[in-house]
């Protein structure tokens, strides 16, 4: 491994959701670890078991009222409110234990990055970002994207930027650091006139000190890996460029892929082996190396999630894997006991993820997308929006 990079894991984060037919089944975290191991993604390296979040890093984002809610809703007999109890976010028992536990892997692995120990450090379990100050939204109970940034904050560094690359705009941690120049978070995500929450309109900025801090590229429905790229190197890396973050966070959901039932772009798994090399790129050229990995959404829970962050626990770690490797009999018969859908047989989709960049024209379905998000921030960040070499 040519960077230091910290894997945190334990087994109890498959405990998040107890059932089997709610869409952010842990199986999907256990198939993909397997399918790591069995890659040999993580030969030597030792998984760093965490402890839960103390009630000091979840207050730093969510009330005490609402953590005391998510506490006691598996055995208040009327409900508690605060998004709990909804069929996104249904209660069971050990959710606050659960919850805390995967914000506690995220502040562990903030951790690894802040004490030296690591340039980059890994969390599959996280990228709940949905979660609220307040509430429970979108499969999310502790925003542990947003936890792990304030536990940073508190440390003293001044300069963090959060990317979001899930389908769902990143509402929870914009939402969070909404007002804070400090932080950076750029989301891109499926238009929100088309898919739920419904936020991330280019004229979301930020507010007071933080406006200009805010960044949202809003993909068209149908936007496949060439027209996702061109979006991403179009307004990301200038932006990062200008800011100089201390500490790159990534949210990285698979669920941009055209095979994700719960939303409309049509990216493959080379597509999103594409963007985890560009993040780790700009890791390296915009924050001195230092990259925080979350996982996040994704859906399609044999065939997609676990190839998808194969790829990524192998370009953290410096193992890049050929697209073309062959999936493992043992994974797949392991596979097979959980689903009936036929599964993959490579680490590839046969897609070529190649892409035009932007030059400045409105020559692809995704420049509108483009050209808003860069006028609405560029001239903030002393950048000329329409000329490509800004």
Known sequence: MSARTSVVWTPEFLTYQLSDDHPLNPVRLELMMELSRGLGVLDGVELIEPEPATEA??????????????????????????????????????????????????????REIAEGRADRAVNMAGGLHHAMRDRAAGFCVYNDCSVAIAWLLEQGYERIAYLDVDV???????????????????????????LWPGTGWAGELGRGDGEGYAVNIALPPGTGDAGWLRAFHGVVP????????????????????????????????????????ALRELAETTAGG???????????LYRVVPRSWTHLMAVALDRDLDPDTSIPADWTAKASTHTRAPLPVSMSDGADPSFER??????????????????ALFPLHGLEPDDPRD
């Open 290 to 300: 230092k990259w925080l990995i979350l996982g996040g959404g994704g859906y399609a």
């Open 168 to 194: 769902h705009h990143g509402d929870g941690v914009q939402a969070a650091f909404y007002d804070d120049p400090r932080v950076m978070t750029i989301s891109l995500h499926q238009h929100p006139l088309t």
């Open 358 to 375: 932007w030059g400045g024209s409105f020559g692809e379905r995704v420049d509108s997308a483009i050209l808003e998000t860069r006028r």
């Open 238 to 277: 200038s932006l990062l460029e200008q800011f100089r973050p201390q500490v790159l966070v990534t949210e990285c959901g698979a669920d941009t892929h055209a095979e994700d039932p719960l939303a409309n772009l049509e990216m493959s798994v080379d597509g999103h082996r594409a963007v985890y090399h």
């Open 57 to 110: 890093d979840l207050d730093r984002v969510h009330t005490a009222g609402y953590r005391t809610a998510v506490r006691s809703a598996p055995e208040a007999p009327f409900g508690v409110g605060h998004g709990l109890g909804t069929s996104d976010n249904p209660i069971f028992f050990g959710m606050h234990e659960a919850a805390a536990l995967i914000a506690g892997g995220s502040v562990r692995a903030a």
